[in-house]
DNA sequence: AACGATATGTTATGTTATTACGCTTGCGGC
DNA sequence: GCCGCAAGCGTAATAACATAACATATCGTT
């Protein structure tokens, strides 16, 4: 059976392309930067990474940061999608952690359900300094 | 002295006509939208409406909304940058409602002392149907 | 008046994202 | 097999969002 951080197989050459980049890196891509990555596997146009982005994302295998106008790769292969997830993204390394929070989505739902709100999809997202970063600064 | 929805004197003519187109709309505007409504005030350019957004939002009188790379006027002219703030952006009408929860950003601040991150800026953004709109809709 | 800080106006450019169109591929039903 | 459909792909063009670089102006302070 399957274990902890196996890739799904029925990508298509695209996804897996693009997925494989975003793995690869330290930090959050922005869809030009991947393309630049994957010239030499043949991609040309902006659209082919904004495609492959959106199954991805759709599928919980990449993650887009709005504040950042970036993707990452899903932290965690095991749970995707499985609520709301918060993003603390280091504007001195770029590295992004990934945690979810069920205080915090069970305190949205009951927002929410007060004033009758139906919530599709949130994004968090916390700028600020990690801890490596800080100590070194020190 | 001063009372709820008083704009501050101290800004300049395109800080003062870019709150105003802010707090004139009933949504977010995009910085392009806002432009083209001031063009017969005298804006020609991107970065009139821009810089005067930066200052507004450094101000805490407009917000960001990272997800839909547009702004919106501070709701509330009381409590400008008091805190974590959350927007519920609604796809049917695009209205936005702005509120401040102390749990969530307790539970954020727990969270960050926990590993040591120091945070500087958090946004949080909702997105889905507003109570009105799925009212329509049934 | 001289200075610095802040704001302004303008042009050009950079970056991010989508529209439109047509072709290809895989797959189920007949 | 072959039709038809859905999903994916490739390409070009363009739209939408944002900033760089540079010159000028305005205002409060000394």
Known sequence: ??????????????????????????????????LDKLRGDGLRAPLQVYR????????GLAHRLESLNAFVACADMHCHRKGLIAFAICESCGKVDEFADEVIEERLGTWARTGGFKVERTTMEIRGRCADCLAKAA
């Open 1 to 34: 059976m399957a274990h902890s951080h196996d890739i799904p197989t029925d990508l298509t050459r695209n996804q897996e392309l693009v997925l494989g980049t975003l793995t690869a890196s330290a930090g959050p891509l922005s869809a030009y930067d991947i």
């Open 52 to 59: 492959a982005l959106d199954k991805l994302v759709d599928r």
